[in-house]
């Protein structure tokens, strides 16, 4: 079966006292043994919940991997990931990751001994160049956040192979309705379940789906032992998100596309990112590796003041941290999704105070680029 129905026809058969097509949430934290020392296939809330089980076979299923895991938040999930690696281990990491996986790195994993460094991951000589003695993973987020740059995950995996690495990619823009990393061999995807996979901005939640038992079990470890799990309530809604990605991803596409390209042909505009653009970087390896675009553009005014007019005088998109929801977001990355970065980092990766980031809701389109024009002629 395609992807599209795969999303709907997965975990559902969880409840089959009632045959009810809504999993139950199964809010009890504690779970009756009939013997001391005997479990039954639930004992403690954090170390598993039925809802969470359902949630997590989904998502293991979506991605093609052997194990899925249920985290707090997008962050719990990628520094629970963090926690397999040990004191003295090394990550090579894509240079414009997500401001708060480079903040976690740089601020709170290298003072446990972890060390990241952060190179280019559209050049894949610059990362094997990178990789040391002591790396362990290489981290990449393939389009990343907020320049949409393309990392080939094929010969990112073959690099890792070679070397002995694990193989780690955030997959949050994509959804593995797009994008499915595990086929293109990569050994643990992340995802912010907050953006594309809850669809409505009302829901935190982080995921990960390792593709092997080795890899599984030491992430196992950690959801359980640190218990920076997702509540029962939560992963329900956000099976509910995911029942409609498909419809939702399809449209998000479309209305980015047709943005995009309004805002290409606009001398106002400087540069446009986007991966659905017949001229962005790596479109070849992008079009190979995932079934679309995805609803994320960039785009980079003429400086910094006319970017923060633009981000204040439109109307639909919402001026908000976040993406992936229903409603437009439009967002400022050098103070909000890429604050934790330090500012020279910011500066060598592009991400620079003229850049503005917005998420395609769904929203008609020509209300969007009418909204935009309206916008840009206040300049
Ligand atoms: C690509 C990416 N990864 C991870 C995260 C972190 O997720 P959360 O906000 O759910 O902790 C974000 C949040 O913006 C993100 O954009």
């Given at each position: 079966?395609?992807i599209?129905?795969r999303?709907?026809?997965?975990g559902?058969e969880i ?19 009939e013997k001391a020392?005997e ?15 359902a949630?997590e076979?989904?998502?293991?299923e979506?991605?093609?991997?052997i194990?899925?895991?249920?985290f707090s938040?997008g962050?719990a999930?990628?520094?629970s ?12 990491v894509?240079e414009?990751?997500y401001?708060?996986?480079?903040r976690?790195?740089?601020?709170l994993?290298?003072?446990?001994g972890?060390?990241?460094?952060f190179?280019?991951?559209t050049?894949?000589a ?14 990449a ?5 907020p320049l949409l ?8 995996s073959?690099t ?6 694990l193989?780690?990619v955030?997959?949050t ?5 797009l ?9 643990i995807?992340?995802h912010?379940g ?6 409505h ?5 982080g995921?990960v ?7 599984a ?6 959801q359980?032992?640190?218990g ?7 992963c329900?809604?956000?099976m509910r998100?995911i029942?409609t ?8 596409q479309?209305?980015a596309a ?21 001229d962005h970087?790596g479109k070849?390896i992008h079009d ?6 995805g ?11 006319a ?10 998109p ?13 967002s400022?990355p ?6 934790g ?7 060598r990766?592009?991400v ?10 769904l929203?008609?389109p020509d ?11 206040k300049?």
């Amino acid at each position: 079966m395609k992807i599209g129905t795969r999303i709907l026809h997965t975990g559902n058969e969880i409840d089959r006292n009632t045959g009810a097509l809504s999993v139950p949430v199964y809010h009890a934290s504690t779970y009756r043994q009939e013997k001391a020392g005997e479990f039954g296939p639930y004992s403690y809330g954090r170390s598993g919940n039925p809802t969470r089980d359902a949630l997590e076979s989904i998502i293991t299923e979506l991605e093609g991997g052997i194990d899925g895991f249920a985290f707090s938040s997008g962050m719990a999930a990628l520094s629970s990931v963090f926690l397999i690696f040990s004191p003295g281990d090394h990550l090579v990491v894509t240079e414009d990751v997500y401001g708060g996986t480079y903040r976690v790195l740089t601020q709170l994993f290298n003072r446990l001994g972890i060390e990241a460094t952060f190179v280019d991951f559209t050049d894949p000589a610059k990362v094997k160049a990178a990789v040391r003695e002591n790396t362990k993973a290489l981290f990449a987020e393939t389009p990343s956040n907020p320049l949409l740059r393309i990392t080939d995950l094929q010969v990112l995996s073959e690099t890792a192979r070679e070397k002995g690495l694990l193989t780690i990619v955030d997959n949050t823009f994509m959804t593995p309705y797009l994008q499915r990393p595990i086929e293109m061999g990569i050994d643990i995807v992340i995802h912010s379940g907050t953006k594309y996979l809850g669809g409505h901005s009302d829901l935190i939640a982080g995921l990960v789906v390792a593709a092997d038992k080795e890899t599984a079990a030491r992430i196992g470890f950690i959801q359980n032992a640190f218990g920076a799990i997702l509540g029962p309530q939560d992963c329900w809604l956000l099976m509910r998100g995911i029942k409609t990605l498909k419809a939702r991803m399809d449209m998000h596409q479309q209305g980015a596309a047709k943005v995009a390209e309004w805002l290409s042909r606009q001398p106002e505009i400087r540069q446009v990112y986007f991966p659905g653009l017949p001229d962005h970087p790596g479109k070849d390896i992008h079009d190979r590796q995932a079934g679309g675009p995805g609803g994320i553009v960039s785009f980079r005014m003429k400086d910094g003041p006319a970017a923060r007019q633009v981000l204040e005088a439109l109307c639909l998109p919402a001026l908000a941290v976040s993406l992936g929801g229903v409603e437009s977001i439009i967002s400022y990355p050098v103070n909000m999704s890429h604050a934790g970065m330090h500012p020279a980092h910011r500066e060598r990766t592009g991400v620079t105070d003229d850049l503005v980031r917005l998420s395609v809701g769904l929203e008609d389109p020509d209300d969007l680029v009418a909204d935009l024009e309206a916008a840009i002629k206040k300049i």
